[in-house]
T-cell receptor, first 111, second 115 residues
Framework: GQQLNQSPQSMFIQEGEDVSMNCTSS?????WLWYKQEPGEGPVLLIA?????ELTSNGRLTAQFGITRKDSFLNISASIPSDVGIYFC???????????FGKGTMLLVSP | DTEVTQTPKHLVMGMTNKKSLKCEQHMGHRAMYWYKQKAKKPPELMFVYSYEKLSINESVPSRFSPECPNSSLLNLHLHALQPEDSALYLCASSQDHGYSNQPQHFGDGTRLSIL
C-alpha cells in the first residue's frame, strides 16, 4: 500500500524559532492535508492543499503541495508554546480512496 | 471547539461488557468515519459510512459493530473486547466520501480502556 515518510519524527525548539517538517510519498496524491493533535484531543485540520504547486498560509503556518505531487511541507514561523503537539500529514489520491497518514512529527517548544 | 461530538469522553469496560460509542455532527456531512488511534501513532481507519451505508470495512473484528441510524449519527457497538483494543477511538466526517477536495474533520475521541 501507499506509505508516507514524515520527518522529522520529533523536534525540540526554543520559542520564537521557525519550524519545518515534510512528508514524501512514493506515489502521487491529489490532496495533502496537515493536522495538529494535542493531548486529549482529536486531530484538528490546519491546512488543506488541492493543487500541485499550491502554497497556502494560515496565520503563522504555511504549507505547500509539491510540484511532483509526491511531497508536501509545513512551516511554522515564530513558534510559541501553544504550538506544542503532534503534526500529521495525510494524503488522498482520489475521492473514494482513504487518507494515508504520516507517522507524525512531535513538536516541543521551550519558553 | 470541534463540530464533531463524541460521547463518552472516557470509557472503562470489562472484556465481557457491551457498550456503545456515539458520534454526532450537524454540518450536513454525508460521510462519517471511525478510526482507532494508539498513543503517538497516526489514526487507523476502521469503517466508512457514505449516505448512511457502510462503504468500507477495513477488516475490523466482528466485536466492533458500526451503525449509522441517520446522516448525523454514527455509533460503534462494542462487545467482548480484548485488552489490545484499548485505544482512542476517533470519529470523523466529511461532506461526501466521493470527493477528495472535502477534508475530514475529527471529533475529540473516546478514550477506551479494557480491563
Amino acid at each position: 500500500g501507499q506509505q508516507l515518510n514524515q520527518s522529522p519524527q520529533s523536534m525540540f525548539i526554543q520559542e520564537g524559532e521557525d519550524v519545518s517538517m515534510n512528508c514524501t510519498s512514493s506515489s502521487i496524491f491529489n490532496t495533502w492535508l496537515w493536522y495538529k493533535q494535542e493531548p486529549g484531543e482529536g486531530p484538528v485540520l490546519l491546512i488543506a492543499l488541492y493543487k500541485a504547486g499550491e502554497l497556502t498560509s494560515n496565520g503563522r503556518l504555511t504549507a505547500q503541495f509539491g510540484i511532483t505531487r509526491k511531497d508536501s511541507f509545513l512551516n511554522i514561523s515564530a513558534s510559541i508554546p501553544s504550538d506544542v503537539g503532534i503534526y500529521f500529514c495525510a494524503g488522498q489520491d482520489s475521492g473514494y480512496s482513504t487518507l494515508t497518514f504520516g507517522k507524525g512529527t512531535m513538536l516541543l517548544v521551550s519558553p | 471547539d470541534t463540530e464533531v461530538t463524541q460521547t463518552p469522553k472516557h470509557l472503562v469496560m470489562g472484556m465481557t461488557n457491551k457498550k456503545s460509542l456515539k458520534c454526532e455532527q450537524h454540518m450536513g456531512h454525508r460521510a462519517m468515519y471511525w478510526y482507532k488511534q494508539k498513543a503517538k501513532k497516526p489514526p487507523e481507519l476502521m469503517f466508512v459510512y457514505s449516505y448512511e451505508k457502510l462503504s468500507i470495512n477495513e477488516s475490523v473484528p466482528s466485536r466492533f459493530s458500526p451503525e449509522c441510524p441517520n446522516s448525523s449519527l454514527l455509533n460503534l457497538h462494542l462487545h467482548a473486547l480484548q485488552p489490545e483494543d484499548s485505544a482512542l477511538y476517533l470519529c470523523a466526517s466529511s461532506q461526501d466520501h466521493g470527493y477528495s477536495n472535502q477534508p475530514q474533520h475529527f471529533g475529540d475521541g473516546t478514550r477506551l480502556s479494557i480491563l
